[in-house]
């Protein structure tokens, strides 16, 4: 079982998160920010992560800590599960509508870490949520996670369905990428034979 537990406790933030990465996209989530909690079921249901995260923050100043942290936590959380990443895909891709926006996201596990972000929203906020920080996540969630992840919205006007694509198209590529691969279930996906790194 490729599993993943962290906690993470700062001034700012106090968080638990588990994942299980050959699951079934059961959820069960609480950050205390409704639009992000909705979002991360999105990633579990798609992705089929089996995905946990308790979090709480200090909401009262404003939801980027919170934000921030558990991208961090559920990306330190994925890495672990995949440990020396031996057997993965390594690569996915997914183009995802939702109504009239349309995301791709392409990513590749090779822990090294790099995100390239071009999506736009139209408001500041979605619920009580700025919308900039879902590039905080992505951010924080690659990082950690040691993902190069390209997410582009290539058209898209209601930024509730452009955020919503994002993150269903990342669990599509995600569920795609950490799948083992018969035909290469005991080797690291590298001719370097680790991953991670300098190219």
């Known amino acids: 079982m490729r599993q993943g537990s962290i906690a993470r406790n700062t001034n700012e933030t106090s968080i638990s998160v588990s994942v299980e990465l050959d699951g079934g996209g059961r959820y069960s989530v609480d950050t205390g920010v409704g639009f992000l909690d909705h979002m ?7 992705s089929l992560i089996d995905l946990t995260v308790v979090a709480k923050g200090d909401l009262h ?11 961090i936590a559920i990306g330190q959380a994925v890495n672990q599960a995949l440990g020396d990443r031996k057997g993965i895909r390594r690569y996915g891709s997914a183009y995802v509508p939702m109504d009239e926006a349309l995301t791709r996201v392409a990513l590749d596990l090779s822990n090294r870490p790099y ?4 999506v736009g ?6 619920g009580s949520m ?17 993902v190069t992840l390209h997410v582009e919205c290539l058209y898209g006007d209601n930024d509730h369905h452009i955020v ?21 279930a005991d080797a690291v996906p590298s001719t370097k034979g680790t991953l991670g790194g300098t190219l």
């Open 40 to 46: 991360l079921e999105q990633l579990s249901r798609h």
């Open 61 to 71: 100043i404003d939801a980027h800590h919170t934000t921030e942290d558990v991208g």
């Open 115 to 118: 995100l390239i972000w071009k």
């Open 121 to 126: 929203f139209g408001r500041d906020k979605l």
């Open 130 to 146: 700025d919308t900039e920080l879902f590039k905080e996540w992505f951010q924080a969630f690659a990082q950690a996670a040691g």
């Open 164 to 184: 919503e694509s994002c993150f269903k198209a990342l669990a599509r590529a995600l569920r795609e990428a950490v799948e083992i691969d018969p035909r290469k």
